[in-house]
């Protein structure tokens, strides 16, 4: 299971002692966590509490014909057994925060089955036993269609999608491959990749005095709480969403089937349902990374200067939404050219929808991008780093703005110094321990800088403390003490006096966890709130028992930001050893530097970073879902199957960072929560080539395919 960050050796501070933003910090709540005294969605206990068990389609594409419900329902404990035929109605002809929700959320509304592991039923019952044993009694029968689930750049149904940002070009690209002295044509591709959180997703609804409350684990309250309102056509007050502790999200814990189910549950029952995925469930419900193809074309002068740079990505979609994988748009603000080309295409087919996962579109796109840079520099005898560097831009290459801050050289620079990047040999191939070849590698990693509006309410309290409450969400990244910290700054207060209330939907408007943009977007709220209360309070005079309570929202003030570039950056450094007698392939080192902005806590700042390079590493060597092409489900979904890193794969990995302020930037926090993994897994193949002089393009680096590769090389 995947946890959300790393520990790390640090010396640290209690998070209650005192103390300043920029010095470590120990969890807020790492006590609760620790002993058991947090309590997850999943395992919080209620009165009259009924369980709900899904069943999933097991055809690829058809109709259901019926669903044999009468004897399920005389099981012991089962109390309904809602379907298609008898669930309430919902309408998901809205738009809500991420734009119009995939139509998984009209569960139940009809007999259409667009994949495998598409909801047909849920059995609710007085137990979690009793309902799965009643779910798999269930007998559900379909009338099968043709289905296709074959994914791959040359499907005759690829297309560009509408909308801005899928296509950007300047220049003549093919006048500038064909004047280059180097070029390099090549096409990376990597798997379909699974989220993997540590807690499932789960969620309780229940109704109280006229108003739905539903108990979940969720990357944005409000967000949930606005879609539930819209689907289920009620008053936006009349729905309160908490999410106190999240094992884990990356993108998946959104507005998912398990909260609507709940909430259909509870209304049909009149008492609490709380319905949980199961492992092999979320394989199919909660969106994973689609897989890509992806052909770079780059095209070089003969002292490596770039003059063609082209990016064209393909990624999968289902049938019934459209979901794009980015990772064309990496390369956009990293390399100066005189042509660009970059295009993201996408292909419809009988599969569930992808979803947003650890920088999404940038974590594939890198190890395309990145990889090609290094044969590159190859080609044209040049040492990586020396290319990057010929090829920094002044400017945004597309958009021609300044950028507020751009430290990717100075992450090379300390990087390549720590790592001992002058005393590599560059010739593939040379150097060998024992049985090992040995080979380092690196690449660049970047990130946008995203911000939303939000709202923040600060109390001045009677004792002298001070309560914070925002709808902000710890998904295990360590935002409640980040959030304490910048209150305890912003008020000029210890941080023993800082109380941070989070994960609630009557708190008002607040960016969620994803894109990097929370607690960027969190600590503006925060500080806009901190100061006109600190006015308050400078007027002086008692503090009556209710406190002082000031409220702040950030919408219009992110309009003042100036229009620039932002984006984290970073240099990704790895070593590693082939064993081409049976193809094992060992990280030995690997060190990431970054240029993030300002770092609120250097110990729950350092795990993420951490957190993303492992995943890199397991990007780069384990990590591949397999669909079935007869029928179109996972051959194996499940972690005995779904392979990623375990603590033996992972070596000692060094994540720090280089100073990067902004000097026009209110807050400065540009967020480290996707920058890690970006960039690791080309710097891992760019270090396998280094070792064996084999180039792969096709992740993950699986023995078999070093194997291949060894013996296509000697043949």
Not at 406 to 421: K, P, V, Y
Not at 664 to 678: A, L, Q, S, T, Y
């Amino acid at each position: 299971m995947r946890a959300q960050s790393m520990p790390t050796r640090t010396t640290t501070t209690s998070a209650v002692t005192g103390g300043a933003v920029g010095a470590s910090y120990t969890r807020v709540e790492g006590r609760d966590k620790v002993t058991g005294t947090a309590r997850y969605a999943g395992e919080i206990p209620y009165a009259e509490l009924a369980h709900g068990w899904l069943v999933l389609s097991t055809i690829a594409r058809g109709r259901i014909r019926s669903i044999e419900s009468d004897a399920v329902r005389e099981m012991p404990g089962v109390l309904a057994v809602l379907h298609h035929g008898n669930a309430p109605r919902v309408d998901g002809d809205y738009f809500g925060m991420m734009g119009k929700p995939d139509p998984i959320v009209e569960v139940f509304q009809h007999d259409r089955v667009p994949f495998v592991g598409w909801p047909v039923a849920l059995v609710v019952a007085e137990t979690s036993e009793q309902a799965r044993e009643a779910a798999e009694a269930l007998v559900v029968r379909y009338d099968e269609e043709p289905h296709d689930i074959a994914f791959s750049s040359g499907h005759p149904d690829t297309y560009t999608p509408d909308g801005e940002g899928h296509l950007m070009e300047k220049g003549d690209l093919e006048a500038e491959l064909a004047a280059s002295a180097h070029v390099v044509d090549e096409e990376y591709t990597t798997p379909e990749e699974h989220h993997s959180s540590m807690e499932p997703h789960a969620a309780m609804a229940r109704w109280d005095s006229g108003r739905l409350e539903v108990v979940d684990s969720n990357q944005g309250s409000t967000w949930v709480a606005e879609e539930l309102a819209k689907l289920f056509s009620l008053d936006p007050a009349s729905v309160r969403v908490r999410s106190e502790h999240i094992g884990g999200a990356f993108g998946s814990k959104g507005l998912r089937v398990h909260q609507i189910l709940a909430v259909m549950a509870a209304t049909v029952l009149d008492r609490p349902v709380r319905v949980v995925f199961t492992r092999r469930q979320m394989f199919s419900l909660v969106g994973y990374r689609s897989p890509t193809a992806q052909r770079v074309r780059l095209g070089a002068d003969a002292d490596g200067r770039l003059r063609a740079v082209d990016h064209r990505a393909h990624s999968l979609t289902s049938t019934v939404h459209e979901f794009v994988e980015g990772s064309a748009g990496f390369g956009r603000p990293m390399y100066a050219t005189d042509a660009h080309h970059s295009v993201n295409r996408v292909v419809r087919l009988d599969v569930p929808t992808p979803t947003y996962m650890r920088a999404p579109g940038e974590a594939p796109g890198s190890f395309a991008l990145e990889s090609a840079l290094d044969e590159l520099a190859e080609r044209s005898g040049m040492d990586p780093i020396a290319l990057r560097v010929r090829n920094e831009p002044d400017v945004g290459p597309l958009s021609g703005l300044p950028f507020a801050s751009r430290n990717l050289l100075a992450c090379f620079d300390e990087g390549a110094r720590r790592f001992g990047w002058a005393e590599r040999d560059p010739r593939p191939g040379v150097r060998r321990e024992g049985r090992w070849l040995l080979g380092t590698g690196t690449a660049a990693a970047t990130f946008p800088v995203i911000v939303m509006p939000s709202t923040a309410a600060i109390t001045a309290e009677a004792d002298g403390t001070f309560t914070v409450r925002i709808t902000a969400s710890d998904v295990g990244t360590g935002a409640r003490t980040a959030l304490t910290l910048i209150a305890a700054e912003a008020l000029d207060v210890a941080q023993d006096r800082v109380h941070v209330r989070i994960g609630d939907s009557d708190f008002g408007p607040a960016a969620i966890s994803g894109g990097s943009m929370g607690t960027r977007s969190w600590a503006w709220a925060i500080r806009v709130a901190a100061a006109d209360l600190r006015e308050q309070l400078a007027l002086g005079g008692d503090i009556p028992s209710q406190g002082i309570t000031v409220r702040s929202d950030t919408s219009s003030a992110l309009g003042t930001l100036s229009q620039k570039e932002r984006h984290s950056f970073g240099a990704q450094f790895a070593e590693v050893a082939v064993d081409v007698t049976t193809g094992e392939v060992r990280v030995r080192r690997m060190l990431g530097m970054f240029a993030a902005g300002r770092i609120i806590n250097p110990l729950t700042a350092r795990s993420q970073l951490i957190g993303g390079m492992t995943w890199g590493l397991s990007m780069a060597l384990h990590e591949e879902a397999v669909r079935d092409q007869a029928t179109g489900g996972h051959v194996g979904a499940d972690f005995a199957s779904y392979h990623f890193a375990a603590n033996a794969d992972v070596p000692d990995i060094e994540a720090d960072w280089v100073d990067d302020p902004d000097a026009d930037d209110p807050v400065g926090i540009k967020g480290i929560g996707e920058i890690g993994i970006v960039g690791a897994a080309a710097a891992i193949a760019n270090a396998v080539w280094h070792a064996t002089g084999v180039r792969h393009r096709a992740l993950p680096i699986r023995p078999d395919r070093v194997l291949d590769a060894a013996g296509a090389r000697d043949a």
